[in-house]
């Protein structure tokens, strides 16, 4: 059983590596180092780092274990749900496999 969370605490990890990885490079992208929602999503991502290790430290605290739960779902909710003002309206962006009248063949 330890094998199981030790491989899956080492999958937690890649996945915030990744978010962290992917949220730098749209915030640069989109020049959204001044946004408040990414300072939000910010703090709550160092908060999640610190329950994990927290939850490392101390196997058997399930407080640790229901905050770091909860605050996962919070960043999931924050990913999804929130929006920044300076960031472009990309929604209805043309999708890359779908082809314009002005290519299509006659």
Do not use: Q
């Amino acid at each position: 059983m330890r094998l199981i969370a030790r491989r899956f605490g080492i999958g937690s990890i890649a996945a915030l590596a990744v978010v962290v990885a992917t949220g730098v490079a749209m915030a640069s992208h989109f020049a959204l180092w001044r946004s408040d929602i990414l300072r939000l999503k910010l703090m709550v991502l160092v908060l999640v780092a610190v329950l994990l290790a927290l939850h490392v430290v101390s196997r058997s605290s399930r407080v640790v274990s229901y905050a770091d739960a909860a605050s996962s779902l919070l960043v999931l909710w924050l990913g999804v749900n929130s929006r920044t003002a300076d960031a472009p309206d990309i929604s209805r962006a043309p999708m890359l496999t779908r082809r314009s009248p002005e290519c299509s063949p006659s």
